[in-house]
């Protein structure tokens, strides 16, 4: 009998797509065969491989900095958007939009170096604990995705993180949580700047974007970073339909899977009408070309990773 | 009796100090020992591992390009800097500068899809020869280099290309000729664009430039795609300078290297005055600290590979 690599998941056809795909493109001599080098796997992050809700973890991460901050700056208990952080007003953060975000973002992770931000993001997600679930953040990672990115690791198959999350941000704690090397988390960045400093040469983060990986620009982000054609790829929202699309493309056996958050009592339930991870587009493509559309809550025995990491 | 890894590089102190870093670096339990997954070596491209004179080949390329397209566009014939280009004029060209090339590119290897373009840069550098050398480009590239690759990888190291010249043009045919597969090509970039075409998901290649992956773009690059600290770096012109001030800096056995043009019989001798691979500052910092300068005609007993690509 053959051990399962995907205990987490239960029998049924998400399982079963997922075995068979692998069996197929590593059968050497069979008709879908896929050489080692060519085996590139797509995983988004965010509600893909941890939980998105009740807000981008990410984003908590910004507003407990703005937070942490505060005290050196007054001026801030007067001006927006950080006078809605402070008073815990969601809907005002809310109305200041992706350019409130961009502001909070400039006064508390820019202007440092890379190293310096690797530090506070690594320090932060040590000890930030979900709202709902009273655990840490990095024990909120789906344990059926870490099996299946095992599981194609162990299969010779080349493991990328994709996330509309920021690059810095992931790295500093994607090869402790899922083994995933910096080199291999693609992500949304801002530009940085080279200088040489009295203490040596250093990045500088500016507040400028430099890539937005989200939506039409995880194509982007793919090709730019890793230049082949990936032949699979595992999202959960419309902001992954464009890299499901790319990776789609072209010949060969592939696999497009999209988690369906529908366990609102060991998760959440959620898809059309979420703020953060909204599934809509995605879902009626999936439908209509096939691909495979994971139920959390009938396809998963277990959610959440038992190991501390 | 160890099997010489490097046998086209005469014995002194370059290949004295590339085998004693490997060896210090490898040996486990000793003080400099580097695990496996942090052996991170940076090669420059253009005269580093290829031939950059009379002109970067990739310049040679467009150029090709405005040629084998002028009969679609009789425009051209009286219109900079396509004029110059046609009638062969190298000063008229030089006047136009990078905003002139970039008027080029835009003409000719833009709004194309990225398949498109791999295909044209793959097409061109199958068939196109050196003017001096009468061998393909591909044949043009140093085997002391190759060896060096090579050796840096039979050893664990990850190998990455960080060329000032465009990514998609150095990955259409890096793997053949380097043995590095596209994801370990770091270089400039244009910014592309996700399209939905009749045929499927596509993205064009627009004439916005992404990254100038040059000078003090390359520690930029470096970080954006590698997202750690290199260990080993080898270069050739100022525009190297910071990527091996970048590589120094923390702790750690360090292998910075500049290789030097000094033979202008098998090659070309060249450095402060040169309109292709300027090096002047980068060659005193390396003096003043201590890295290797390859003196080319004295230290490599061989030029060019032998083994067609």
């Not at 590593?26 to 879908?32: I, L, M, N, Q, S």
């Not at 908590?60 to 001026?75: G, I, K, M, S, Y």
């Not at 999202?235 to 529908?262: C, F, I, K, P, Y």
Request: proline fraction near 6%.
């Amino acid at each position: 009998m053959m051990m399962d690599r995907l205990p987490s998941w239960n029998d049924g056809a998400a399982k079963r797509a997922i075995v068979d795909f692998v069996t197929r493109t590593t059968a050497e001599g069979g008709p879908d065969y896929v050489p080692a080098p060519d085996r590139v796997a797509l995983f988004d992050n965010d509600g893909t491989l941890w939980v998105e809700q009740p807000m981008y973890t990410q984003l908590t991460f910004v507003l407990d900095d703005v937070r942490r901050l505060a005290p050196q700056h007054p001026e801030w208990a007067s001006t927006e958007p950080f006078k809605s952080v402070l008073e815990n007003d969601l809907v005002g953060l809310a109305a200041a939009g992706v350019p409130g975000v961009m502001k909070l973002l400039a006064a508390t992770q820019c202007g440092m170096t890379t190293e310096e931000f690797n530090k506070t993001a690594g320090d932060w997600v040590e000890k930030a604990r979900h709202p709902r679930f009273d655990r840490l953040y990095t024990q909120c990672v789906y344990q059926p995705m870490l099996e299946l990115i095992d599981y194609l690791k162990a299969n010779d198959f080349e493991v990328y993180i994709v996330t509309g999350g920021g690059v810095e941000f992931v790295r500093a704690w994607a090869q402790r949580v899922y083994g995933v090397p910096p080199r291999r988390v693609v992500g949304s960045s801002l530009k940085t700047k080279f200088e040489l400093r009295d203490a040596g040469p250093a990045l500088i983060r500016t507040p400028e974007i430099n890539l937005v990986n989200d939506g039409p620009g995880k194509p982007v982000g793919i090709h730019e970073f890793i230049g082949k054609q990936p032949i699979a790829a595992f999202g959960n929202s419309d902001g992954d339909l464009e890299m499901l699309q790319w990776t789609a493309a072209g010949t060969g056996a592939r696999l497009l899977l999209l988690v369906h958050h529908t366990d609102s009592e060991r998760e959440y339930a959620y898809d059309a009408h979420s703020a953060f991870g909204m599934l809509s587009k995605a879902l009626d493509e999936a439908r209509s070309r096939g691909w495979i559309v994971v139920d959390m809550k009938r396809d998963w025995n277990t959610i959440f990773s038992s190991v501390s990491p």
